[in-house]
């Protein structure tokens, strides 16, 4: 494989735990290989550019924009969507967190944003309400419900930190 | 939109990378962290291309201590530059422009050599290596050659870099006991490419001044850096005003990217005199 150029590239990968092998073509984007291929449609496909985060997943322990990566890229690699860490439970407290909070609206954004605050719960200190929006203003609220959002995240960082202490 | 991609490989090593690009014959685009590539062929800015995928070239990456330099490995990553401790002690004007780069989920891809290598006008890297009067090294199928960061940028995403080559590494004198290295810029919404950014290092040798979002490459503001040499701010000032020409875009006009220009300066002074501006 690494010796030529190829127009469809054999991939080995992880997705959510579960070994997956695929032949993709050369510019298939990481979320249409996880939506089309996979019928994993949790994390979506929106402005392909990078500038919304709909499709943030995470890939190798980091949120990355779905469609800022090719398939291809991802030989060995291991990648989580909102579908699995759904499973594994472990984005629970900050999913209890958004419906407490009516955290969402439409709903689109909201894999997106799961994936993205995840990488702040294990961020000490707790970010403040300023940090928390940095972190998040790259996933566009198109219903533009950030304040409630904000809360769920917020709230979450508190449980968490409360039982660290505990 | 979807990305055209004409072919795809992964590099085994330099010299792996370097043979692919000349069999891609003036099609092979070096493929790091994606962030700028990858949503370029989004738009179809470009189509057909032949990526050679660098990513995983695990001696292209990291920071390294050379005693009077740092060498940052080309495909270090944007989230690595922000919480590198030798970046933060020995060039902190490059850990500051990681958190105005773009956002989390990007600068966990992008990669500095990206960065540069692309040479968008409005990004915070090029800016900031300018003003750190860096060096940029790099491989192509004769050999390696260095280039000093003033040479590197030519036009608008148009850099030294030839057909055929790739950008290793850059190294940077380290920060002296005292300099200041400080980044200010305006941006509409965080994490969006500035309206006009500036870069000011103060060191006992004299002060440096680079300019982002106001021309068609960064600019090194000789005049404004003369007049904090010798003057006032004021003068500093009225000296970048003469010596930058911005376009005026959609976003912000020639005039107001000037007058900002100006305040940025004034603020970055401010914060390392810790004074308001």
Redesign the interface.
């Given at each position: 494989?690494?010796?030529?150029?190829?127009?469809k590239?054999d991939i080995a990968l992880t997705v959510n735990g579960e070994p997956v092998e695929a032949r993709v073509?050369?510019?298939r984007?990481l979320i249409?290989f996880l939506r089309l291929d996979l019928g994993l449609t949790g994390a979506h496909a929106s402005c392909?550019?990078?500038v919304c985060?709909a499709c943030?997943v995470r890939v190798d322990g980091?949120?990355?924009?779905g469609?800022?990566?090719?398939a291809?890229?991802l030989?060995g690699s291991e990648v989580w969507t909102v579908e699995g860490l759904s499973d594994t439970a472990e984005i629970r407290v900050l999913q209890d967190a958004f419906v407490a909070r009516n955290a969402l609206q439409c709903g689109f954004c909201t894999p997106g944003m799961l994936v993205?605050a995840q990488?702040l719960l294990h961020r000490r200190p707790i970010p403040d309400r300023a940090a928390i929006?940095?972190?998040l203003?790259?996933?566009y609220c198109r219903c533009t419900g950030y304040e409630a959002i904000v809360d769920a995240v917020e709230d979450t960082l508190r449980k968490c930190a409360d039982e660290d202490m505990a | 939109?979807?990305?055209?991609?004409?072919?795809?490989?992964?590099?085994?090593d330099v010299s792996?990378a370097l043979r692919?690009l000349a069999?891609?014959d003036g099609a092979g685009r070096v493929?790091a962290g994606?962030?700028s590539l990858?949503?370029a062929?989004?738009?179809r800015l470009s189509t057909g291309d032949?990526?050679v995928?660098i990513?995983r070239l695990a001696e292209l990456s990291g920071v390294t201590d050379d005693g009077d330099c740092l060498r940052i490995g080309a495909l270090t990553r944007h989230?690595d530059i922000g919480r590198d401790p030798l970046i933060r002690r020995f060039a902190p004007l490059l850990s500051e422009a990681v958190d105005h780069i773009?956002?989390?989920?990007?600068r966990?891809?992008g990669t500095i050599g990206g960065a540069l290598a692309h040479a968008d006008p409005a990004a915070e890297f090029p800016a900031a290596i300018l003003c750190l009067d860096a060096t940029l090294h790099i491989q192509g199928p004769d050999g390696t050659r260095s280039v000093a960061a003033g040479d590197f940028f030519v036009d608008v995403f148009t850099t030294d870099l030839q057909e055929g080559e790739i950008l290793i590494a850059i190294t940077l004198r380290k920060c002296a006991q005292g300099e200041h290295q400080v980044l200010e810029e305006v941006a509409r919404?965080?994490?969006d490419y500035a309206l006009a950014g500036l870069c000011l290092i103060r060191r006992s040798s004299g002060h440096r001044v680079a300019l982002l979002s106001v021309g068609a490459t960064p600019v090194l503001a000789t005049g404004a850096m003369a007049a904090l040499d010798t003057g006032t701010v004021d003068e500093a000032v009225a000296a970048l005003k003469t010596e930058i020409d911005p376009p005026s875009d959609t976003q912000a006009s020639a005039s107001y990217r000037k007058h900002l220009a100006g305040v940025l300066l004034r603020r970055a002074v401010a914060r390392i005199e810790g004074g308001q501006p």
């Open positions: 494989m690494s010796d030529s150029f190829r127009a590239v073509p050369a510019g984007h249409d392909e550019h990078g985060g943030t980091d949120a990355v924009r469609c800022l990566t090719l291809a890229q030989d993205a990488e929006r940095e972190h203003s790259g996933n | 939109m979807k990305a055209q991609a004409g072919g795809y490989v992964r590099a085994t792996h692919m069999e891609a493929l994606g962030q990858i949503a062929m989004n738009m032949m990526l995928d990513s989230v773009a956002h989390a989920a990007i966990n891809r919404r965080s994490g």
